[in-house]
């Protein structure tokens, strides 16, 4: 089975400080995306990346950057952290077509 | 603006019963549809995949497709208390990179 691994379950951090979110998945999938989940808003796309260096803007990129230097990894980068930032972030990925694998997701909370 | 609606529920079935789960979009050019499951404080897992029109089944599970009227749904049969999550409806334009675009879910409870 393909494995997402997110690297934190839940993060506490303080407004302006830089946070890393980082995402590793072990099946060579050529996608992977970053979503936030907010209680009524849903799953809302961050950004997504289709190949190593390659990022693309999803619905929701402002304050958001991303980083895709290897094919398994994609981070997601706050690079002033703003307490309008805490949710739950999900990180996912597939091949061309087919649905995602999502990873375990980080919660965090901005103070 | 590609939309995904979904009934946010709740939806309360008897075990044993039938749940009915619908889904609509507005992307006529969407071209893949996918059930996901979540439970609470967990995160969506896969269960439903459907490219073209008409049923298709694994399990308990069926998913139809009815892409003249952009509907989609799902039925869980014999529905059992661990069915009892939160489903999210999710569609895809185009092939390849783009992401899902997700419906806001339907939060399922299962009667004993």
């Known amino acids: 089975d393909v494995k997402v691994t997110q690297s934190s379950r839940y993060l506490v951090k303080r407004t302006g400080e830089k946070v890393f979110l980082e995402c590793v998945q072990d099946m060579d999938h050529e996608n992977m995306f970053w979503y936030r989940q907010d209680p009524g808003l849903g799953l809302r796309l961050i950004y997504f990346?289709?190949?190593?260096?390659?990022?693309e803007k999803g619905d929701i990129p402002e304050g958001y950057s991303v980083s895709r230097e290897k094919k398994e990894r994609f981070s997601l980068i706050l690079e002033s952290a703003s307490t309008n930032q805490t949710s739950m972030y999900l990180c996912?990925?597939?091949?061309?077509?087919?649905?995602?694998?999502f990873g375990s997701g980080t919660r965090l909370t901005v103070v | 603006q590609k939309e995904v609606e979904q009934n946010s529920g709740p939806l309360s079935v008897p075990e044993g019963a039938i749940a009915s789960l619908n889904c609509t979009y507005s992307?006529?050019?969407?071209?893949?549809f996918f059930w996901y499951r979540q439970y609470s404080g967990k995160s969506p897992e896969l269960i439903m995949s459907?490219?073209?029109?008409g049923d298709k089944e694994d399990g308990r599970f069926t998913a139809q497709l009815n892409k003249a009227s952009q509907y989609v749904s799902l039925l869980i049969r014999d529905s059992q208390p661990s069915d009892s999550a939160t489903y999210l409806c999710?569609?895809?334009?185009?092939?390849?990179?783009?992401?899902?675009?997700f419906g806001k879910g339907t939060h399922l409870i299962i009667q004993p």
């Open positions: 990346s289709y190949d190593v260096k390659m990022k």
């Open positions: 999710a569609v895809n334009v185009g092939g390849g990179a783009d992401g899902l675009t």
């Open positions: 459907i490219y073209s029109n």
């Open positions: 996912a990925s597939r091949r061309q077509t087919g649905g995602y694998t």
């Open positions: 992307d006529r050019g969407s071209q893949s």
